[in-house]
């Protein structure tokens, strides 16, 4: 009899056991995945008080917004008058610095002048290359002023006095620019005037002077013939 008690106990304890081993392994998914399913908790400072999440800073006002270049005042519109006076304020001021370099002590300078001078057709700038071309000490600053007298037509009468002149000047550069501004000033004219028969007389006298270069005395032999061709078709 007892031993019918203690295989009934048995397998009710056996019972009982399966039960539990049962429900405590339907359990165990369910907490693991409230585990998965759970918030990340927030990072805490060290006193225990959650962190703030970081705030991106805002763009700031010249990245929200290209800036604009500031438009220039509408220039007023000048009359042609008002245009005529600035050139003519130009004009006097550039020649007043081309005449002060004319009258530098240096010879770079004084040719730079003469260079100058020779773009005004101004009786000022005129007067001063024949200064030049007569009374520079030096060769190069009376060359150039005889180049430069080529542009000055029609020609004053000093201006043909001094580049006649220095057909002669003791340096052949400076015969040369002479004679190729008188032969350049010629051209100018369909018919020589008669007051410009002295020039002719005295060029033929320098074709066969001395003084004068070779080179230089065949030019002015060439202007003659020309002058001669030209008088020859009228």
């Not at 539990?20 to 995945?33: I, M, V, W």
């Not at 805490?44 to 917004?65: I, M």
């Not at 004319?102 to 730079?112: G, Y």
């Not at 024949?130 to 005889?146: K, N």
Request: proline share 8%.
């Amino acid at each position: 009899m007892q031993a019918k008690y203690l295989i009934l106990a048995v397998v009710v304890a056996a019972a009982i056991g399966a039960t539990l081993h049962f429900r405590s392994s339907d359990q165990a998914p369910a907490e693991s995945g409230e585990a998965l399913n759970s918030p990340t908790p927030a990072p805490q400072s060290a006193a225990g008080a959650p962190t703030p999440a970081p705030v991106k800073p805002a763009l700031a006002q010249s990245q929200l917004q290209a800036p604009v270049a500031p438009t220039k005042p509408p220039q007023p519109k000048l009359t042609p008058e008002q245009l005529a006076a600035l050139e003519a304020q130009q004009e006097e001021q550039d020649l007043r610095e081309a005449t002060d370099l004319i009258h530098s002590t240096e010879t770079d300078k004084r040719v730079e002048g003469a260079e100058q001078l020779g773009a005004f057709q101004n009786p000022q700038a005129e007067a001063e290359l024949v200064q030049a071309v007569t009374h520079d000490p030096e060769a190069t600053v009376r060359e150039a002023a005889a180049q430069s007298l080529a542009s000055f037509s029609p020609a004053s009468a000093d201006t043909w006095k001094a580049l006649v002149a220095a057909i002669e000047d003791r340096n052949p550069d400076v015969q040369a620019a002479a004679e190729s501004s008188v032969e350049a000033l010629l051209l100018e004219f369909d018919e020589i005037p008669a007051s410009l028969d002295w020039v002719k007389k005295s060029v033929k006298k320098l074709s066969s002077s001395k003084k004068v270069s070779a080179d230089t005395r065949e030019a002015l032999k060439g202007l003659l013939e020309q002058w001669e061709d030209a008088a020859v078709s009228q």
